[in-house]
């Protein structure tokens, strides 16, 4: 136990990262005016129990020495116990006392020893990265504030390429190895789970040592424009890893109703390497990673002066990795169609329009509300709507029983309802409301031309999501209707009106040709 003369008290407190830092805290809230002497604070460092029996033994010993008890002194609820100001001689007196009765029963009783805590084992993986700056790493520079900015963005890039690859490495030690050895799943499970991940770890160290070969004796990095440059092409094999992704979160969902999967999964989530993320988190960082090329390689341009000999390079490359970047966008989107197209399960024959199989991605997909309340999973396909009800197969894979007849976006008419409109009677009557008379977050869609299309009402989720909807809507059936007008001229064009071929070979100038054709 200490004892200390000031109005302050000295208190723990864990900080964010684990560590513990002493913060002087002055439990009082604010300093006395009044009272300059200084107040004497006792730092518990046993149950208050204890202070109290210690305290009231020592006034017994010292005001009665008779064997009859004295009241034990209140005891204070706070963590520091405090002890009224008296004057300079007697506080101190006071002090001394309580200094030696401490001492007397410590030697007399003496506590029990504070049991042992075992060492936790430090992992080699840390359950936080260090963000750390090119700052950090390097005593002294003379450079401009644009160029410790560019040494900055380089810096990210070269660590972000260091990281990916401790976790792609990560992935495939502690996630893809074990399932295999102890037979959680298939290799052929696996290799649909995983995909491609492992051929991507080379890949990023070849990035990762050209840019380290690039450092200079003051670590900083000069030209970065040819060696993006001739790098890039290279991520073309994200296409095949990207367009894998769609079947393997499937699989991978499916597989987590299995009772070992489940187990082994959320013992890695909860061990310190994964960092709280679990293996799907892990397997979309390349596919993250991808994208952000381009936001670092134009932080990187803005940061270059005109003179720098990257000003003519950084272009090239930017505009490489944006194409690149755009075709997995597009090979994927085509992949997901694909695969949700294959999930669809017809009731009748009618259901299967040809805009369905002729779409190759999709806007957007999610769940919605109809207007009896029940939820439904709807696709806005490149060419048509389907509303659908998700379900299982015999093998427990998804699927989606589509629900009442598929509209195509060139004839869908879209109506926004605005929030707060009446229910009244209409096809809202207890299902949006909620037991309100308003209704929120709905619109409509109809279609024109087709009997067997009834308007479908539907409510999403939120205000947010009922506008991505709209949105995605809006632009289908512009492009849809463009789409089909395109497509009815190329028609006319191919196969013009037999009765004006011969129009076509007049010559404008020539009014006695003209006159012989009419007569003929």
Known sequence: ????????????????????????CDHAGKKRKQDPEPVVRIIEDEEEDDEGEMMSDHMRDSEEPSNKRVKPVVKSNSVTGVITPVKTPALKRIGQSISRSISFRTEARPLPPAPLRARAKASSYPRRRNSQCWSDTVESHDLTAKEIKRQEVIYELTQGERQLIEDLSLVKKVYYEPMLTLDIMTESELGQIFGTLDSLIPLHKDLLSRLERLKGSEKTIGQVGPTLMNWFPCLEAYVTYCCNQVGAKALLDLKKHEKRVEHFLRLCQESSFSRKLDLWNFLDLPRSRLVKYPLLLKEIQKCTPPEHPDEDTLPDALELVQSIVAEVNKKTGEAECQFYRRGLAYLEES??????????????????????????????????????????????????????????????????????????????????????????????????????????????????????????????????????????????????????????????????EMADHTCC
Request: positive net charge; proline residues 5%.
């Open 1 to 24: 136990m200490e004892v200390e003369e000031t109005g302050k008290t000295k208190t723990s407190c864990p900080a964010v990262f684990g560590e513990t830092y002493s913060i002087p």
């Open 351 to 512: 259901q299967r329009l040809q805009e369905i199989q002729l779409s190759r991605f999709l806007y957007c997909h999610g769940e919605l509300k109809n207007n009896k309340g029940q939820r439904l999973h709807v696709f806005l396909f490149e060419l048509a709507l389907v509303l659908t009800r998700p379900g299982e197969d015999r093998e427990g894979g998804q699927v989606f029983h589509v629900y009442r007849q598929p509209l195509p976006n060139a004839l869908i008419n879209l109506e926004e309802i605005p929030d707060g409109e009446a229910a009244g009677g209409g096809p809202f009557r207890g299902a949006f409301t909620g037991g309100n008379d308003k209704v929120k977050n709905c619109f409509r869609v109809s279609s024109r031309g087709r009997s067997k299309a009834h308007p479908y009402s539907l409510q999403a989720n939120d205000s947010f999501s009922k506008q991505q909807w709209i949105t995605c809507l809006r632009q289908a059936i512009v492009r849809s209707r463009d789409r089909t007008a395109q497509a009815s001229q190329s028609q006319l064009s191919l196969h013009p009106d037999p009765a004006l071929y011969h129009i076509a070979d007049l010559s404008l100038s020539s009014d006695t």
